[in-house]
């Protein structure tokens, strides 16, 4: 007889999450190539639709900075955002047969996919940089430190989102029409197609309550020498991340078994 390996929890929880990223991915992108290719196309149709409108209009967005990226720095954390968001109402209802195993957990199922939108956005985002700089679209680069800094807070953040959004979807099925409405307007006030410098000082005020523009604000001037966000805030950034991680946890924590025996 072959002696019973022990393993760790912490051996456990990485194979159940290696487990569950491999489901998201072929769930996600299917069996078809274009599925993947996707994961390219969304930002770059946003980032050609906005160009082309504003070029039409005449406008340069930034000076020193192609508008092709000025848009991708925006477009790219927003999508992870809007992804994250949208998987977390779902998470409990698509893994609900999952979770007849004593190990698999609806936390698991929140962090595989949040996972999973994360390492597609750094992907697209560096991506498009690389084929952007191919055709000559460049601008010079500033400071990798705050990019890693500013994204793994935003990480913590969009987390925190998805495990709060898990527990409402959950509690109110009908959450899932709403959130869409929740999304939109979110775009276009978190700074994805604009600086917020470009914005009257007046109205600095209400949207600077907004993470989410800092974090772009941030990302633009970790992305480019020349973008100055002089309006940004690392320390509320962080704030609101901490807040928003620690709101979900607890959130999910008080309801983790009503999230199972729900149905």
Same mark, same amino acid.
């Given at each position: 007889?072959h002696p019973t390996i022990q393993r760790s929890p912490w051996r456990i929880q990485r194979d159940?999450?290696?487990?569950?990223?491999?489901?998201?991915?072929?769930?996600?992108?299917?069996?078809?190539?274009?599925?993947?290719?996707? *994961?390219? %196309?969304? &930002?770059?149709?946003?980032?050609?639709?906005?160009?082309?409108?504003? =070029? %039409?209009?005449? !406008?340069?967005?930034?000076?020193?900075? &192609? $508008?092709? #990226?000025?848009?991708?720095?925006?477009?790219a954390p927003f999508i992870f955002f809007s992804s994250s968001f949208g998987k977390g109402v779902?998470?409990?209802?698509?893994?609900?047969?999952?979770?007849?195993?004593?190990?698999? !957990?609806?936390?698991?199922?929140?962090?595989?996919?949040?996972?999973?939108?994360?390492?597609?956005?750094?992907?697209? #985002?560096? $991506?498009?940089?690389?084929?952007?700089?191919?055709?000559?679209?460049?601008?010079?680069?500033?400071?990798?430190?705050?990019?890693?800094?500013?994204?793994?807070?935003?990480?913590?953040?969009?987390?925190?989102? @998805?495990?709060?959004?898990? *527990?409402?979807?959950?509690?109110?099925?009908?959450?899932?029409?709403?959130?869409?409405?929740?999304?939109? &307007?979110?775009?276009?006030? =978190?700074?994805?197609?604009? =600086? %917020?410098?470009?914005?009257?000082?007046?109205?600095?005020?209400?949207?600077?309550?907004?993470?989410?523009?800092?974090?772009?604000?941030?990302?633009?001037?970790?992305?480019?020498?020349?973008?100055?966000?002089?309006?940004?805030?690392?320390?509320?950034?962080? $704030?609101? @991340? %901490?807040?928003?991680?620690?709101?979900?946890?607890?959130?999910?924590?008080?309801?983790?078994?009503?999230?199972?025996?729900?149905?």
């Amino acid at each position: 007889m072959h002696p019973t390996i022990q393993r760790s929890p912490w051996r456990i929880q990485r194979d159940v999450i290696h487990a569950l990223l491999i489901r998201e991915m072929k769930t996600r992108f299917g069996k078809w190539r274009l599925g993947y290719a996707w *994961v390219l %196309l969304e &930002p770059a149709m946003h980032i050609m639709v906005l160009a082309t409108i504003f =070029s %039409l209009l005449g !406008r340069e967005f930034y000076p020193g900075i &192609p $508008t092709l #990226l000025f848009m991708l720095g925006g477009i790219a954390p927003f999508i992870f955002f809007s992804s994250s968001f949208g998987k977390g109402v779902a998470a409990v209802e698509s893994n609900r047969g999952l979770f007849n195993y004593r190990q698999l !957990r609806p936390f698991d199922a929140v962090l595989s996919r949040v996972l999973l939108e994360f390492a597609i956005y750094v992907f697209s #985002l560096v $991506t498009l940089l690389g084929i952007l700089a191919w055709f000559g679209v460049v601008a010079e680069f500033n400071d990798f430190l705050l990019l890693v800094v500013v994204n793994l807070l935003f990480f913590g953040f969009c987390f925190g989102v @998805s495990l709060t959004m898990c *527990v409402v979807g959950t509690k109110f099925p009908e959450a899932s029409k709403f959130a869409p409405m929740i999304v939109r &307007p979110l775009y276009f006030i =978190s700074g994805v197609f604009f =600086s %917020l410098e470009q914005v009257p000082q007046e109205y600095h005020g209400y949207l600077s309550w907004n993470p989410l523009l800092h974090m772009i604000e941030l990302t633009r001037e970790g992305l480019f020498a020349s973008y100055h966000g002089m309006f940004a805030n690392l320390p509320y950034l962080a $704030t609101s @991340s %901490l807040a928003m991680l620690a709101f979900g946890l607890l959130v999910y924590r008080s309801q983790w078994r009503d999230l199972v025996r729900s149905q």
